[in-house]
T-cell receptor
Framework: AQKITQTQPGMFVQEKEAVTLDCTYD???????LFWYKQPSSGEMIFLIY??????QNATEGRYSLNFQKARKSANLVISASQLGDSAMYFC?????????????FGDGTTLTVKP | DAGVTQSPTHLIKTRGQQVTLRCSPK?????VSWYQQALGQGPQFIFQ???????QRGNFPDRFSGHQFPNYSSELNVNALLLGDSALYLC????????????????FGPGTRLTVT
C-alpha cells in the first residue's frame, strides 16, 4: 500500500532564506510519481513540482526543487529565497503504477510560515 | 484556457440529506478524480472516472457515488449525509499525456466546502 509521511507539522523560515520540507514515501511499485502541492488558506491545491521514479535528475521548477533520494525513499521539497506569499500548507503526494491517471496518496501536510 | 471548475463553492446540508457536487475538468483532460479533505488533513481519494466509468475507488462507503458525462464533467453524490462528511471536496483532472512514471500532473479545482449540520 502507498504511504506518504510528512513529519513536520509546522515550519518557520525567514524571508529570503531557503527551507526544506521533508517527505518520505513507501511503495513496492517500481514505477511511481511524486508531487508537491501548495494549498493556501483559500483551499485550492496548486501543483508545484513532479518527479518520476525513473527520472535521473532532481526536478526543478523556478524556486522549487525536489531532492529525490530513491534509496532512502525520500522526496524533500526545497524552496529557495522564501517569500511572504509562500506561507501556506504544503502536501507531498504519490501516484503509483506508471499510468498517467491514477489515484494520489497525500501526506498530512506541513504548514509553512514565512517571517518578514 | 479554463482550469478545473467546481460548483457550488459552499453548501450547508442537514444530516440524512443527499448532496450532488459538480466538476468540469481542465480543457483537454478526460479523467476526473474526487478527494475528500477534512480540516487539518491531507486529501483522501474517493474515486476516479475515466470514459464514463469508475476506474478506481478509495476506502469510502457506497453512500458516495459518482458519474461522468460524455463531455468528461463529473458529479459526486453523497447520500444519507453524516456529520463526518463535512469537509472540502476537491475535484482533480488529468489528461492522457506522455510522461514518465506516475504520469502527468493533476490539476485541482477550488473545491466545494460541505457543512453537514
Amino acid at each position: 500500500a502507498q504511504k506518504i509521511t510528512q513529519t513536520q507539522p509546522g515550519m518557520f523560515v525567514q524571508e529570503k532564506e531557503a527551507v526544506t520540507l521533508d517527505c518520505t514515501y513507501d511503495t513496492s511499485d517500481p514505477s511511481y510519481g511524486l508531487f508537491w502541492y501548495k494549498q493556501p488558506s483559500s483551499g485550492e491545491m496548486i501543483f508545484l513540482i513532479y518527479q518520476g521514479s525513473y527520472d535521473q535528475q532532481n526536478a526543478t521548477e523556478g524556486r522549487y526543487s525536489l531532492n529525490f533520494q530513491k534509496a532512502r525513499k525520500s522526496a524533500n521539497l526545497v524552496i529557495s529565497a522564501s517569500q511572504l506569499g509562500d506561507s501556506a500548507m504544503y502536501f507531498c503526494a504519490m501516484r503509483e503504477g506508471g499510468t498517467n491517471a491514477g489515484k494520489s496518496t497525500f501526506g498530512d501536510g506541513t504548514t509553512l510560515t514565512v517571517k518578514p | 484556457d479554463a482550469g478545473v471548475t467546481q460548483s457550488p463553492t459552499h453548501l450547508i446540508k442537514t444530516r440524512g440529506q443527499q448532496v450532488t457536487l459538480r466538476c468540469s475538468p481542465k480543457s483537454g483532460h478526460d479523467t476526473v478524480s474526487w478527494y475528500q479533505q477534512a480540516l487539518g488533513q491531507g486529501p483522501q481519494f474517493i474515486f476516479q472516472y475515466y470514459e464514463e466509468e469508475e476506474r478506481q475507488r478509495g476506502n469510502f462507503p457506497d453512500r458516495f457515488s459518482g458519474h461522468q458525462f460524455p463531455n468528461y464533467s463529473s458529479e459526486l453524490n453523497v447520500n444519507a449525509l453524516l456529520l463526518g462528511d463535512s469537509a472540502l471536496y476537491l475535484c482533480a483532472s488529468t489528461g492522457t499525456g506522455d510522461r514518465a512514471a506516475g504520469g502527468t500532473e493533476q490539476y485541482f479545482g477550488p473545491g466545494t466546502r460541505l457543512t453537514v449540520t
